[in-house]
Every structure is written in C-alpha cells, then in structure tokens.
C-alpha cells in the first residue's frame, strides 16, 4: 500500500484508520443534517406535508410543537448502522471496481467509477431499507416513540418481509450512489489537472481504490469540500424523485378491505387438502407441503414503486417528485463541512 506526501512528511495510509475516520465522520455529518432530513420526509410524506408551507416554517413549527428533539426523531436507527453501511459500501465499491479493471496499476474511467458506485449502491439497499424503514416511520409520528418499538411492531405484524417495504425503490435510488462517486471523481481530477488546492504529491498505491483514495488525500481541504459539495448535489438531484417514491411507500402501510382489517399474508393447505390430511394423513411429504398466499390484496395506492410513481403524477403533478429537495440541498453544505474536516482531524489524529 502506498502513502501520501503531505509537505515532505510522509503519511502512511491504513484502511483501519479510514473506516474509523469515514465512520465517525459520518455520524457528525449525520447529527448536523438529520434536522433537514425530517424537514424532507415531513414534505414527502402526504399525510402531513400541508402542515408546513417552506422549509424555514416546517423548522420552526417542529421545534414548537415538538421541541429541538423533535428534529431527531428516528436518528436512532441510522446512527447504529452508520459503520455497517461504510463497510459495506466501500467494500462492494472496491470489488466492483476491481472486477471491471485488466490490471492493478489500471486507471478507472469515469464510467467505470459510476458503475460501481451503482452497484455498491445496489449492494447497500439491503442495509438501507429496514434502517430508513425505521426513521421514516418515526420522523412521520407526531408523538415520542423508539425505533425499537416501531421495529418490533413492523416485525409483529408483518414479518421479516414488513422490514423490506419499500426495498425496490431504496434499490433504485441508491443507483444515485454512480452519480455521487463519478462527480466526486470527476471534481478531483480536475483539481488534480489544474494544480489546485494541492497539498503535496502522490505516491502511487497498487490497489485502484486506494489509490483515488490517495490522489484525494493529495487535495486541500477546500478542494475535498467542494468535490464533496458537488457530489452531493449531483446525487441527490439524479435520485430525488425516486427517493419521495421511496418514503411515500415507507412512510404507508398496506390497506385492506373492510372486512379484513390489516389481515396478514397467510398459509394455506394445497388443493384438495383439508387441515385434518393436512396434519394427521401419511401420505408423502410433498402432499403435506403448505403454499404461500398473499392474502387480501393491499389497496394502498403507496403500495409498490409503479403504483406509487403513477398514483402521485396523477393526484399531484410532476412537481411532487422534487418535494423536499430544497432542504435537502440546504443541508448538502453543513453535512459536507462537517463531514471532510471531521474526516480530517480523525485521520491525523489516529496517523
């Protein structure tokens, strides 16, 4: 592995240290934007969204009817995932781009760099989705609750299954993670070119990812701060409206018929079983095999990605597919500040 030239002194690089310095960084950035993002999911979710009429207004409308922690309903569930969901995005991220590359020392393209940072995306749903499943169901609530109380209910009622709604569109969207690595890349490189906000020279380091990882390191903090900035903006507007499509169905529950009020998805015996063959007859194993029925059918217009995308365009225009963007972007600038100098005084202090 090789290391960076910071002003002639020699930093060794560690992928220890980086997954500790990337962790605790992103939970700072997590803490300082978390306020922003219930201010977005209070816009994306219909249900409550007519209760604030700007961002400043949902703010402050929040802290008075809910108090300062009310802005941090549901930080619970993706603080306690931050350092799994580092791991596994780097990871992924590393072995997707290895897997595209001939050699080592090869340098990835821009468009080798977007398709892993999709796939890694792709890879981090999994995560993603019984994690944001939790704050969003609790950033929706206008009463106090824990996330292990809405986990365990979502658990009861529905299952494992339950966890995982709304795990398409999380897939869909983290695709966006393409468009955030390609213009962090791409930003870097340009300051790379240009001379620009240099702090020293790169070393060189075997493994691809590593090495962006030092020619980034061989950046300011500016510069890291503005490719950070760039990147997120770029990510977020390639996502956003798959990201309300996300929360609307996350932020719902299946709805079914009146007579089956929340009827879960059961069990029933193959044809022309009765219960009674079904449990005491000896006939072979394959006739006592019980088959998986949905059960009622949800009529929740939230229910999956299409239904969702199709019921908003036509109850709410196109606009609604950017609601909430704007904190969003606001919140791009703190997070990303926060974010790289925590990074930063992390690394040097473990170095």
């Not at 290895?98 to 999709?118: V, Y």
């Not at 950046?219 to 390639?238: I, N």
């Not at 949800?298 to 609604?320: A, F, K, Q």
């Amino acid at each position: 592995m090789g290391d960076v030239s910071n002003g002639g002194e020699q930093v060794q690089l560690d992928p220890t240290v980086d997954f500790i310095a990337g962790t605790i960084s992103g939970m700072a950035g997590l803490v300082v934007g978390f306020p922003f993002d219930t201010v977005k999911v209070r816009f994306q979710s219909p249900a409550i969204a007519g209760r604030y009429s700007s961002t400043w207004n949902a703010l402050s409308t929040i802290i008075r009817d809910e108090r300062v922690l009310g802005l941090y309903r549901g930080i619970t569930s993706p603080l306690a995932t931050v350092a799994l969901m580092n791991g596994l995005v780097f990871a992924s991220y590393r072995f997707l781009m290895k897997m595209q590359l001939e050699s080592a020392d090869a340098t990835p393209t821009l468009a080798q760099i977007a398709l892993a940072g999709a796939g890694s995306g792709i890879v981090s749903s999994l995560i993603t989705t019984p994690t944001e499943l939790i704050k969003i169901r609790q950033q929706s609530l206008l009463v106090p609750t824990t996330a292990r109380q809405v986990a365990w209910q979502i658990f009861r009622e529905q299952g494992v299954r339950g966890l995982y709604r709304g795990v398409g569109a999380t897939a869909l969207r983290d695709v966006g993670y393409g468009a955030y690595f390609f213009a962090y890349e791409a930003t870097c490189r340009w300051f790379l070119a240009s001379g620009g906000g240099l702090k020293g020279t790169v070393a060189g380091g075997e493994d691809p990812a590593v090495r962006m990882l030092e020619e980034a390191g061989s950046l300011g903090w500016g510069a890291l701060m503005v490719a950070g900035g760039v990147a997120g903006v770029a990510g977020w507007v390639f996502t956003f409206p798959m990201d309300v499509v996300k929360t609307r169905i996350q932020a719902s529950q299946p709805i079914y018929a009146a007579s089956t009020p929340h009827a879960p998805p059961k069990f029933v015996d193959a044809p022309g079983m009765t219960t009674t063959t079904a449990t005491t007859s000896r006939s072979p194993l394959l006739a006592r095999v019980r088959f998986f029925s949905s059960g009622p059918k949800d009529l929740n217009p939230y229910r999956s990605t299409w239904s969702t995308i199709v019921h908003s365009y036509r109850t709410e225009g196109p606009r609604v597919f950017f609601r909430g963007l704007s904190p969003t972007l606001i919140r791009a600038i703190p997070v990303n500040m926060v974010t790289f100098a925590t990074f930063e005084a992390v690394v040097k202090a473990l170095s």
